[in-house]
């Protein structure tokens, strides 16, 4: 089945060790995005790829960044993680096509920060 | 600019009660909606959209929303609550062509009570 892969599922990291989370996909989808959620709160949307264009919102801090070195992969990273980082990053994909606007998710990485 | 308003963070139903989760938009054009599902510890499952045509839109495990434009709302419901509903639900809203951002409301939790 097409699908949006994230691993690892749980991560822990220390206070101030660089992390990488992974998402891959098989739906050969063009748009790919990283949400950060915290517990009860909404996804927060940190940035998204439009194929290789790399688009960052305005209030996303410096500390997180990401990369797509093709269609099916996605990293993000987190150069030093506080404790306010620690949540569930999710990554998404989407087609750019006006019938087909919906975002398809990744079940989620678990960041804990020690 | 586009905003989502869910009203009732927490909603409690008796099992075999009918779910009513409320949602109301603010878009300045025609909206993209949609209703996500989230189970603990997972990503987002796209429930319903509406992007045009019909109003009454049916999705997956009996849900079913209607887009009214003239409340802008697009609240969900499902005439009988099963165990397996209690999850949280979020709204969320975008715009028509190409890539747009996603707007997601606050979520809601649905607990369903024996």
């Known amino acids: 089945d097409a699908m949006v892969i994230q691993n690892p599922r749980y991560q822990v990291t220390q206070f101030g060790k660089p992390v990488t989370l992974s998402c891959s996909q098989t739906?050969?989808?063009?748009?790919m995005y990283w949400y950060q959620q915290k517990s009860s709160q909404a996804p927060k949307l940190l940035f998204h790829?439009?194929?290789?264009?790399?688009?960052n919102e305005a209030d996303t801090p410096d500390n997180f960044q990401s990369r797509r070195p093709n269609t099916s992969f996605c990293f993000l990273d987190i150069r030093s993680p506080g404790l306010g980082d620690a949540a569930m990053y999710l990554c998404a994909t989407s087609r750019e096509q006006n019938r087909n606007p919906e975002q398809y998710f990744g079940p989620g990485t678990r960041l804990t920060v020690t | 600019a586009q905003s989502v308003t869910q009203l009732g963070s927490h909603v409690s139903v008796s099992e075999g009660a009918l779910v009513l989760l409320r949602c109301n938009y603010s878009?300045?054009?025609?909206?993209?909606l949609f209703w996500y599902v989230q189970y603990p510890n997972q990503g987002l499952q796209l429930l319903l959209k509406y992007t045009t045509g019909a109003t009454l839109v049916k999705g997956i495990n009996g849900f079913e929303a209607e887009f009214k434009k003239s409340e802008t709302s697009f609240h969900l419901t499902k005439p009988s609550a099963h165990m397996s509903d209690a999850a949280e639900y979020f709204c969320?809203?975008?715009?028509?062509?190409?890539?747009?951002?996603?707007?997601f409301g606050i979520g809601t939790k649905l607990q369903v009570i024996p």
């Open positions: 790829y439009y194929d290789k264009d790399f688009n």
């Open positions: 969320a809203v975008s715009f028509s062509g190409g890539y747009q951002k996603v707007t």
């Open positions: 878009s300045s054009v025609p909206p993209y």
């Open positions: 739906l050969n989808h063009n748009v």
